[in-house]
C-alpha cells in the first residue's frame, strides 16, 4: 500500500473560514475525509502545522519512508529556504501545491524556493489541487 503525507502550512487550518474568494468555503478536515474515501488503497495521512520548524521536522520523520509528500507550504513557500532544503534532504518525492493560481496574486507568491526541489508544482485547481498532487505519485 502507497503510503502519502499530506502536508499543510500556515494558516491553511482556517480553511472554510478565511477568504472564501480565493480558497472555498469547504474546510480541509472534511475534504481530507472525501480523499480517504476516494483512495481507500492509499494510507493517506494529514499534517498541519502554522510553525516552519514543526514542518521541516515532518518532513524529516516521514521522508525516507513514505512515497510521497504533496505540501502546501502555504506563504513559508515564498521565504522559506529551510524547508526547501529539508526537501532537498530526504528521499521521498515531494509535489508542491497550492489552492490559488499564485501566478495570478501579488508578485511575492511568483516565487518558490521550495520548487526547485520538487517533482512538481500544481497550482490554481482549488482543494483539487490535492488531488492532482495525489494522483502523480500512483
Sequence with gaps: MKKIMIINGPN???LGVREKNIYGSQDFESFFE???QK???VHLSYFQSNHEGEIIDKIHEIGFSYDGVVLNAGAYTHTSIAIGDAIAGVTTPVVEVHISNVHQREIFRHHSYLAQNCVGVICGFG????TLGIESFL
Design 12 to 14: 491553511l487550518n482556517l
Design 39 to 41: 483512495y481507500s488503497t
Design 127 to 130: 482543494l483539487n489541487s490535492y
Design 34 to 36: 472525501v480523499l480517504k
